[in-house]
């Protein structure tokens, strides 16, 4: 948001959450709470605009139990709804956020998988739930494309963190999640960390920065069809541990709760045809990236624990 | 709806068309005419009954042209929204129309196809538009009954013929349009008929009465997965123009149109389930139900001819 701001854009942001809960926003932008379920209401967020980013996912904050998968309804009725005003209101480019979780689980069973590449996602057998509500989403994106010719992209993001995202609550990403456990645990003065199965799970993150380039890189891009937005950086849950104990300078004992959820066993991007189409990949290693988040969340928590604030990280 | 009323059901019937362009509706029935694409509408529909039947499927009338793919939004909405509202207003049964469309189409090439069971719809290949949105809505039912309750059952309907069916407008299905072609030549002496691909396709039909009661027999059951509701008497569209000319007396010459739309190779319902689960099996052969039908269409051609009206089939 901020870096189309910076470019010189009139954005408009819209949430369902109330403005004291946004993570970010900016004053430069017209922030709406408004509910997208709604037919009317995409109307609404969507006139006088030129393009619409989608990227509708966190289903946190709507009132739905964790592994709830009826929520992916929210999302469906989001984009469905935003591709009809969109449409109608005869916007000229329209992002979706896609997912990982379109592709066949089949294909995640390998901590050391190679790689997912676009077309890995058919024949499907998407995650449940969240997985199949993208894959129909982003086959809605291109329905709209080719029958009333609005002008839709896809990018199917795979992990992203960065400063300013979830680090606590229990919706929080592996990078986030770890960072809070390890700062937590220096301040408290814990050697034990918990960490969820076998440590040996494998995935890729992306940082923020390389993501927002990527999709404005997709987005004004001629390539129609899906593509992977992610970091091919392979690492173990346990090497991202590694990685935070050594910018916290920071050794802890590792406790594996293997009753935990797991997720798929391994994960990666495929980055070859982003690469050919537009030359995108990640110019920030996981290092790098994670010294910032690191870094972040070290100094809200100190915050937290000075003001002794709770959940509302903003004061609006 | 005629067979819930007999049984003693207060019945109310909603569909998006004016209500003098219904095809059947019912004296004794609450007919509303709602897009249901609109949750408020939604809730007006099913609010203060205890059973929806969702069959929602002909978007002919929404102003849609043919082969549109975008056109499977409307089942979309329609079937999220509704699944809503009836968590919402605490609806003890959900009944969804599904499709053969959901399977996989690599699994549809071999006119001697030994039907489709109900497995076969995984990994997925759906037929583009339509057959990803009703594999969506299926799961979807799925959720909403393993996540809040709702006793939802699915039918993958295989097509259904009978009278009171669309017999012209291109929106037809070939029972009813070699009926309507076979008729129409023997009124006006042509000799010579069109058929749509080589002939040598294969489907099965279902006789409007099996699958009313498979409907039911499917919601009051305690079966949650997907049954395919459909006849397995497989034929080949030259098979089925045999049985009309036979049933009109009629012989014709066959023009084959390699160039028109041919959809698959071959489908036919492979019913070892829902007879196993249910008991199941259409009682009406396709030669009696083509009697059935054939001597309706005629009927209305005749009246039609006769009173020289347009579409509007009933004088509401």
Partial sequence: MKELIKNGNTVRAVDIKPLNKWY????EADNLVLDLRLRENCYKAVNGYDEIFNLAADMGGMGFIENNKAACMISVLINTHLLLASKDCGIERFFYASSACVYNGDKQTDPDNPGLKESDAYPALAEDGYGWEKLFSERMCRHFREDFGLNSRVARFHNVYGPHGTYDGGREKAPA??????????????????????GHQTRSFMFIDDCIKGIQDIMYSNI??????????????????????????YKMMRKYDL?????????????????????WEPSITLRKGMKKTYDWINDEMLNERKENKGSNRFNI
């Fill in 224 to 249: 129609i069809e899906p593509l992977n937005l992610g970091s091919s950086e392979m690492v173990s849950i346990n090497q991202l541990v590694d990685i935070v104990e050594e910018i916290a300078d």
């Fill in 24 to 27: 970010q926003h900016s004053a």
């Fill in 177 to 198: 999640a770890i960072c809070r456990k390890v700062i937590d645990a220096k301040l408290t003065g814990n050697k034990e960390i918990d960490i969820w199965g076998d």
């Fill in 259 to 279: 009753k935990a959820p797991k997720g798929v066993r391994g994960r990666n991007s495929e980055n070859t045809l982003i690469k050919k189409y537009l030359g």
